[in-house]
Nanobody, 117 residues
Framework: QVQLVESGGGLVQPGGSLRLSCVAS????????MGWYRQAPGKQRELVST???????DYADSVKGRFTISRDNAKNAVYLQMNSLKSDDTAVYYC???????????WGQGTQVTVSS
């Protein structure tokens, strides 16, 4: 059974910071590359960042230098530290496995991030 619980979203002013958290069931997390995704209103879901089980990370160009992904393998958790937030970062954020070229077919509820003054 897929279990993903995201948290940490909220309303923040441009330039502010948020830290998202995700706890995943063991069958999703252990040994797998995890990713943070986001979906803005009227747009397709997009990949924001990934982290391999050994800690290697990658980022979309739009967030590089502002977001930092990390994971705690003992807690089956993945985090996304978001700094210097912009209005374009407004979206629902989800975590899940990274399964290129496929997309996961089951998702958690996500966490809403709204960047607005």
């Amino acid at each position: 059974q897929v279990q993903l619980v995201e948290s940490g979203g909220g309303l923040v002013q441009p330039g502010g910071s948020l830290r998202l958290s995700c706890v995943a069931s063991g069958n999703i997390f252990k040994g797998n590359t995890m990713g943070w995704y986001r979906q803005a209103p009227g747009k397709q879901r997009e990949l924001v960042s990934t982290i391999i089980s050994n800690g290697r990370t990658d980022y979309a160009d739009s967030v590089k230098g502002r977001f930092t992904i990390s994971r705690d393998n003992a807690k089956n958790a993945v985090y996304l530290q978001m700094n210097s937030l912009k209005s374009d970062d407004t979206a629902v954020y989800y975590c899940n496995r990274y399964l290129p070229p496929d997309w996961p077919d089951s998702w958690g509820q996500g966490t809403q991030v709204t960047v607005s003054s």
